[in-house]
Each structure stands twice: as structure tokens, then as C-alpha cells.
């Protein structure tokens, strides 16, 4: 039995270790994305003199926390989200009628009696700093060098055309047909093309460079045609450092954050549609992200982030009643109608939204779940 539990010690100082990545990863990550989200509702709320009473950083018992003017900073014991409360945001019915919000302790600095617009203005401004939040961490990561897969070959399979070249692991591709690539899409693209003709390609390898003729397949390994060209490798993990000027950088990162939003909204929609499959990550399967990049580098670690700030600011802007989008609906509609929303609608609602996320974040657990179930069996 000792020699068993010996023997098991180094699968569970690895276990523990990259449970620490995951956890401190998310908590990193997340921590950092909800206190710009929240710094977005804080520093409009004061430029437009709106009273902050609290800001705080995660929900529940406070661990730390001090005092400053009028607004409480805070530290809570649950990292998974945060708030920042202003000066009449959500005030009591009074007991004449219910629907009639009671007078606040400062009328000057109260959020519900500003103009519709500075309102929106203040709940607008959280996703906001989290899309501008990305832009930035983009255009500084290309500016410094963004990682691109490369085209070393990973894995040469067996009875494919790079077999039959004398293709082997750890090769670079530096040409394909006298055409330079350096990155793996360049490669694919320029191979898919040229299915049942033979091209050549230059290859660097241990300080050497070969050139080998090869012929791109179009059919699968059952004989199947599939209408474009392969080889027969995978891609390597090695990667290298793509940089651009200042005024590229900023271009990159808005074309890539466009892409980003767009395929995030497209997914949404599908999976409301149900045209595509309903897979949502939740905190265990961010946790399990988190950590992998963080072994990986600080870049990785950066683009998770991006990544993960966009999907905030899209999230937060769903009309749940309890979200920033519910919220600007309801503004929308004060608008609209010139009065504000009965407080018992907005109660129902509230109510309605909270089952709704808790629906969301039990099902995100599942799917969790099941995609670390099926990882650990495979």
C-alpha cells in the first residue's frame, strides 16, 4: 500500500499544481474583467456627480475594504462578479403608493431622478469598458508580438503524400511551390489548392534546407474524395511572435475584435435558433482555460482575457431584467412612454431574470462537467 501511494505522488503534485493554475488563472482573469466593468459604471456615475455609496469587487462578506468620501471600497469573499451601488439606484415604494419611488437622502446626487439618457449613460458604460478594455490589450499584444501558429510540422501521418516526401516531425515549411508561408493557414491554403498536382516544397531542417516534391491528395484514407488537398501532418504547438507598428496594431485590433463579436452574437443566436448545438462555459470549464494558458504565457493569458471581456460585454447587454440590457430596456421603454416602469413590474421581472440565470448557470455546471467527464475517460 506505501509503495502504491508513493508511486501515485507525482500525478497528485501535478493534479494540485494545475488546479492551482486553474484557479488562480480564472481568478486573475475574471477579477480583472469585472473591476473594469464595474470602473465603467463607477467613473461615469462620478463624472456625471451621481453619488457612489459602494464599489465593490466580488459578492457576499466583505475580507477587506476601506472608506473614502462617501463610496465603501470592497473586497468579497465571492469572486464571481461585483457591483457598484449608487445614491437612490433602486429606491423603496413609498406607502402611499407603491409605485411612487420615495424621496432619496440627495436629491443632487440621486440615480433614478437624472435624465433617461444619463441613466443609460451610467449602465451602458460597464460593457462599454470592457469592449474598449479588449481593444487595448489587442492593439498592445500585436504591438508586442502576438503568437501565430507557425508552419513546423507537429505529427507526420502514415500512408499520406508527406510520408511518401520523407516529411518528418519538427520540419519547418518555409515554401510551397516558390511561394514563402510562415503561417500554418498559409500553408493549408496554398496545399488545398493544388490537390493531385505536384508542388514543391522547401523545408528547413537541423540547419539544413531540403526541397521535396509532393503531391497533395484529395481523397481520405477510405478513398473518399473531399474536393480539396491534403498531406497527411498536423499541426506543431511551436509558434512565432507576429509584431506590428502602432497604427497596424490598432487595425488588427479592431478587425479581430469585430470578429470576435460578430461570431460570439452569430453563436448566440444560433443556439437560440437551435441551429447550432447549446454549449455554454461556465466557471469549471474557465477555470480549466484559464489555467492552460497560464502555463502556456502571459500572451496567452491576454488573449483569454480578450476573449473572455468581449463575451462580458455581450452578456451583460441580453434583455435579462437583471443585466445592464434589462436595465436599458427599461430606460428604452421611460423613454418611450415618459414615465418610468411600475417598481412591481420591475420586481416580477427581476424575479423572472434571476431563475433564468440560475437556469443558464446550471446548465453551463453540466456541460462542464460532461466535457471534462468525456476528457478524463478519453
Known amino acids: 500500500m506505501a509503495s502504491q501511494f508513493f508511486e501515485l505522488i507525482p500525478q497528485i ?3 494540485f499544481f494545475s488546479f492551482g493554475y486553474a484557479v488562480y488563472g480564472m481568478i486573475l482573469v475574471l477579477g480583472v474583467l469585472i473591476f473594469i466593468h464595474e470602473l465603467g459604471h463607477y467613473l461615469v456615475a462620478k463624472l456625471l456627480g451621481i453619488g457612489v455609496t459602494t464599489f465593490s469587487l466580488g459578492f457576499g462578506c466583505k475580507i477587506w475594504g476601506f472608506q473614502r468620501g ?15 451601488k449608487l445614491v437612490g439606484e433602486d429606491p423603496e415604494a ?11 437622502e440627495d436629491p443632487e446626487k440621486s440615480f433614478y431622478l437624472r435624465p433617461v439618457h444619463q441613466r443609460m449613460a451610467v449602465i451602458f458604460a460597464g460593457p462599454l469598458f470592457n469592449i474598449l478594455f479588449a481593444l487595448v490589450l489587442s492593439w498592445i499584444l500585436h504591438m508586442v508580438g502576438i503568437p501565430v501558429p507557425g508552419t513546423w510540422v507537429g505529427e507526420v501521418m502514415p500512408k499520406t503524400p508527406a510520408q511518401t516526401a520523407g516529411l518528418r516531425a519538427d520540419d519547418r515549411i518555409i515554401a510551397v511551390g516558390g511561394q514563402s508561408v510562415r503561417k500554418w493557414m498559409e500553408l ?6 493544388n490537390a493531385n498536382k505536384q508542388i514543391t516544397l522547401k523545408i528547413e531542417r ?8 509532393i503531391t497533395p491528395t484529395s481523397k481520405t484514407a477510405k478513398g473518399k474524395d473531399i474536393g480539396y488537398g491534403r498531406i497527411g501532418i498536423r499541426m506543431s504547438e511551436r509558434v512565432y511572435k507576429e509584431r506590428y507598428g502602432p497604427i497596424d496594431s490598432a487595425y488588427q485590433s479592431l478587425r479581430r475584435n469585430y470578429y470576435i463579436i460578430r461570431l460570439t452574437v452569430a453563436t448566440l443566436y444560433g443556439m437560440m435558433a437551435r441551429t447550432v ?19 502556456r504565457g502571459l500572451a496567452y493569458i491576454v488573449g483569454l482575457s480578450i476573449l473572455l471581456s468581449l463575451n462580458l460585454a455581450i452578456l451583460n447587454l441580453l434583455p435579462i431584467p437583471i443585466l445592464d440590457g434589462g436595465h436599458l430596456v427599461f430606460l428604452a421603454l421611460e423613454g418611450l412612454r415618459g414615465k418610468p416602469v411600475s417598481l412591481r413590474f420591475r ?32
Open 206 to 213: 537541423e540547419g539544413r534546407t531540403l526541397e521535396l516534391p
Open 70 to 84: 462617501e463610496t465603501e471600497y470592497k473586497l468579497s469573499i465571492l469572486p464571481l462578479g461585483g457591483y457598484v
Open 277 to 295: 448545438p447549446a454549449d455554454i462555459g461556465g466557471p469549471i470549464r474557465i477555470a480549466g482555460f484559464a489555467g492552460e494558458q497560464a502555463k
Open 347 to 378: 420586481d416580477m421581472s427581476a424575479q423572472v431574470g434571476i431563475v433564468l440565470l440560475i437556469g443558464v448557470m446550471l446548465f453551463a455546471t453540466y456541460k462542464d462537467s460532461m466535457y471534462y467527464f468525456v476528457k478524463w475517460t478519453q
Open 13 to 15: 503534485s501535478e493534479w
Open 94 to 104: 413609498s406607502e402611499e403608493d407603491p409605485d411612487e419611488p420615495a424621496e432619496p
Open 188 to 193: 493549408v491554403g496554398i496545399i488545398r489548392k
